[in-house]
């Protein structure tokens, strides 16, 4: 309803009165005059009234400073962890390779003994294990083999994991198998790895065994390039050992003979490698420098300086999300572990699992045993999520952003060296092999040969345009060719130029590494 005039005065408020209209003005009168009577039960109120007042003002400055008080640590909190984060060392894998029984686990496990990661009472609960085996010599090995079937035959089979730090780095060790019959899993270890230490056992026999063709020392330092390990240690170890005794002629002749073929493998030795003389077992020239009254002729640094020094190139923390994941499990929901190639995770973020296309979410991150708000590029990490089964995610899946996702496809080009084919075999379309990139294993086939490229006339080439010429039927040894590889299910992986990490891989048959390629992934279908 609308009014247009303005409101009547509101009429006064009538005396309602038991007594006879004559008698109003004499009760108004005796109204005036008599003073009122406070009620007993309105004073009692009055009297709490006044006495609560000041209690709930009390109760509400606790309040507020409680509030204030919460608001303030919760602020120290996150400044706190933000700075924690920000402070927190650069993190490195460390992924030791080498021929079988070169003494990779016994110089691991050294390794986390002198860092302060195993106490004596187990190094000697370890060594009595050992001598009751009548292997007195493995017990440092026992640190990072911890399987009964490692222990009992005292090769690694599994990749061992563990973390120690120095005074500017944290290191997570990956502890690659050296058997032949092992080599996926050395893959797998390398594939996740910032840094190789190459361990080679100095005793006379042993050396040449892994060098020589066929040898994993060859095999290993081949398949270490390949899967992006751009740095290299070689570790010349059992230096200690009665044939050797610290022989500085020993030491020349393995450096002598290891230069050639590192650079051979495409490694820069001058600025990517570096030699040095340790002893796994007594920890000799691995956190301290060398004794001159053990070795007079070395006055270079120790292991643990090695690598503090090394630099690695740097990843990019803001750029689209790419974790491969290697393994999972179920804790209070689906956990998923794995090393972050790009950009960070944090708690809280919406993501993708590929190739699926299942939709995430971060609940939380862990960095080693500590839980964390974020984790940027190289972390190792276990991430909680919500919104998927553990049964719903395998190795080689890939936790992407959503914006920007991982490319998932069954049919690539790419760009293969071949360096070793069975039998003198020829490498034709129609080949079958089995596929390793970052942490997918899958079955491939050749479905097609494009070009084969001359490295002696590429620079050339890179100037003047080539004529086109006509498709390969097969290649041999030594070959560079791109071509077409198909495989049976999706997979997750990018072109080389922008995600070397997910864009390297070799292809293996038969247990034999046929060609293991030093480029890969330049295009993709």
């Known amino acids: ?35 009122a009577k406070p009620h007993p039960h309105s004073a009692a109120r009055d009297d709490d009234d006044a006495r609560e007042a000041p209690r709930a003002r009390a109760a509400q400055d606790v309040n507020g400073i409680k509030s204030s008080l919460q608001s303030l640590e919760l602020q120290s909190v996150v400044q706190t962890e933000a700075k924690e984060e920000q402070n927190r060392k650069r993190h490195l894998n460390v992924v030791f390779i080498g021929h079988v029984d070169a003494g990779k686990s016994t110089a691991g496990g050294q390794i986390l003994f002198l860092s302060g990661q195993v106490d004596d009472r187990t190094i000697q609960k370890y060594e009595k294990e050992a001598k009751d085996k009548s292997r007195e010599s493995w017990y440092m090995a026992y640190i990072m083999d911890t399987n009964e079937e490692e222990r009992a035959k005292g090769k690694t089979v599994e990749v061992g994991r563990a973390h120690f730090e120095t005074e500017t780095t944290r290191f997570t060790i990956l502890d690659a198998p050296g058997h032949k019959s092992y080599v996926p899993n050395m893959i797998s270890g390398a594939s996740q790895a910032d840094i190789g230490v190459l361990v080679i056992s100095a005793r006379k026999g042993e050396f040449e065994t892994g060098y020589e063709r066929g040898g994993q020392t060859r095999e290993h330092v081949l398949l270490a390039k390949t899967l992006g390990v751009s740095k290299l240690v070689v570790v010349i170890n059992k230096m200690d050992e009665s044939t050797v005794g610290w022989s500085k002629e020993r030491y020349d002749e393995i450096e002598g003979k290891m230069v050639p073929f590192l650079k051979s493998s495409g490694y820069n030795v001058k600025k990517d490698v570096h030699f040095l003389p340790i002893s796994g077992l007594l920890g000799t020239n691995m956190k301290t420098r060398m004794d001159k009254s053990n070795c007079s002729w070395w006055s270079g640094p120790c292991l643990f300086e090695v690598l503090d020094c090394i630099q690695v190139p740097l990843r990019d923390p803001k750029g689209p999300v790419r974790m491969p994941i290697i393994d999972k499990y179920k804790d209070m929901g689906t956990v998923v572990m794995g090393k972050i190639e790009s950009g960070t995770i944090s708690e809280g973020d919406n993501m993708l699992v590929m190739p699926n296309k299942a939709n995430v979410k971060v609940i939380s991150v862990h960095c080693d045993e500590d839980r964390v708000r974020s984790a940027a590029p190289g972390e190792n990490v276990r991430v909680k999520l919500s919104g998927i089964e553990e049964d719903d995610i395998t190795a080689g899946f890939v936790l992407s952003s959503i914006k920007n996702p991982v490319s998932a496809i069954s049919e690539f080009r790419a760009q293969l060296q071949i360096l070793e084919l069975i039998d003198n075999a020829i490498f034709t379309a129609g080949y079958k092999a089995v596929l390793h990139i970052h942490s997918v294993v899958e079955e491939c086939e050749i479905v097609e040969l494009i070009e084969e490229i001359d490295l002696k006339r590429r620079k050339e080439g890179d100037i003047k345009k080539k004529k086109s010429k006509r498709k390969p039927l097969f290649v041999k040894n030594g070959a560079v060719v791109v071509c077409r590889v198909q495989v049976n299910n999706l997979i997750c992986i990018e072109n080389f130029s922008e995600f070397p990490q997910l864009g390297r891989f070799t292809l293996r048959t038969e247990g034999k590494d046929i060609h293991p390629f030093l480029k890969s992934m330049f295009g993709s279908v």
Do not use: F, N
């Open 1 to 35: 309803m609308e009014h247009d005039a303005d409101p009547a005065p509101a009429p006064a408020p009538a005396i309602t009165s038991l007594q006879p209209a004559d008698d109003d003005w004499a009760a108004r009168d005796d109204l005036e005059e008599a003073p």
